[in-house]
């Protein structure tokens, strides 16, 4: 008897388990909102007070870009104006 009981709880289970779909995955990221403001707090530089600044994140990713860009600039310029190693009163291969 306990085995005929045994025997119809597993057929049981198995059929309720065949028909189930796979579990879903997990949702994706959604993409986030360049119109979400972001605050960052800053060192205001001459003072000790720090400085607490809110722009949208693709007012944030502009800004960052900019400061790339600049820098990028400032260390092309500066690699062409300094010339060959002669140039500038120094030795090559000591």
Known sequence: MAALILALM????DASTAGAAPPAAPPAK???DPNRIICKTEDNFGS???QRTCKTAAAWSAQERQ???VF???DHTSAQNMGPPQAMGMSVGQ
């Not at 597993?10 to 289970?13: A, Q």
């Open 10 to 13: 597993l057929s049981v289970s």
């Open 72 to 74: 990028r600039d400032i």
């Open 67 to 69: 400061v790339q860009r």
């Open 48 to 50: 000790h007070m720090r």
């Open 30 to 32: 959604p993409a986030p």
